[in-house]
């Protein structure tokens, strides 16, 4: 494993998909001048419906080759991997493989935003299955504020269509109104509903048409893109060691081709895209 501890590097951004652009978007927006590494597992997603041993398992290697492509700071862009792998790579691989380097989520800094702003001070989450059976977000938001009350539903065909390209379709809008009904049934007191999700912005406009107006629908992007200029102000180390020619390389271990036709969706804008393995 390299830790490149002098050499500048890029910021590696990492999901199971395509999602994870939405959040790489804001946080180019917020740091333009840095460079970053994007990588899509799109070859072994979704991740959302998979036990937690292999989602563990595929984040692990993907941050393992991120850092071997020189990454000393990634972020997982994505809240399956957050939820199921952040914690043990933190806590268990990094000081064993590469103890100057630095793996965040995207939970942590959704959880401070929503515990502040909701006034009803009931929530409700969509997320995977995965995010939604790992009690993450729960949990997160019972250490920052103990009042709030949580409501989860996992959404799991939302992920597919997406990757399949269908967000825009009749299909999406039959199963975005199925889950924001059920959510609404289970509490109609709640004011903010966090997309727990990053492939979620993509329906964002979707889910909003099927709520009343007075429901704040969250997507993480700004949040994550604030919370990590946030850290690199306060770490300097590390802001040090990442460089900045304004430069992003993306990555998936699908087509390259079948990349950046979707992208193009989730970025406003063309990308290059090349092929890698991670196995
Ligand atoms: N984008 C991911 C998330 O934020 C995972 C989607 C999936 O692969 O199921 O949870």
Not at 28 to 52: H, M, T, V, W
């Amino acid at each position: 494993m390299k830790e490149s501890d002098n050499k500048k590097s890029p910021i590696g951004v990492f999901d199971s998909g395509y999602g994870g652009l939405t959040i790489l978007d804001k946080i180019q927006e917020k740091l333009p001048g840095y460079d970053f590494i994007y990588l899509g597992d799109n070859a072994r997603a979704p991740y959302g419906s998979r036990s937690f041993e292999i989602v563990y398992k595929f984040t692990l290697e993907a941050v393992k080759k991120l850092f071997d492509m020189g990454c000393n700071l990634v972020i997982l862009a994505c809240n399956t991997a957050s939820a199921k792998a952040l914690r043990s790579i933190q806590q268990n691989d990094l000081p064993l493989i590469a103890p100057s380097n630095r793996v965040l989520g995207v939970i942590r800094p959704t959880a401070e935003y929503v515990a502040l702003k909701s006034k009803t001070r009931h929530v409700g989450l969509f997320g995977t299955q995965g995010t939604v059976q790992s009690n993450s977000y729960p949990l997160e938001l019972k250490k920052l504020a103990p009042d709030l009350r949580v409501e989860s539903l996992a959404c799991p065909m939302w992920v597919p269509l997406i990757e399949n390209g269908e967000a825009y379709g009749q299909g999406a809008d039959y199963f975005v109104k199925k889950y924001v009904d059920i959510l609404l049934e289970k509490d109609d007191d709640i004011d903010s509903i966090i997309l727990g999700c990053t492939h979620y912005p993509i329906l964002k406009s979707k889910i909003e048409s099927c709520l009343p107006k007075s429901i704040e629908v969250i997507s993480q992007g700004e949040l994550v893109a604030e919370s990590l200029a946030d850290y690199l102000n306060r770490h300097p180390e590390i802001d040090r060691r990442i460089s900045k020619n304004g430069e992003t390389h993306f990555y998936t271990t699908e087509s390259a081709d079948k990349f950046s036709d979707l992208a193009s969706l989730f970025l406003n804008r063309n990308v290059d895209v090349e092929h890698l393995d991670i196995e």
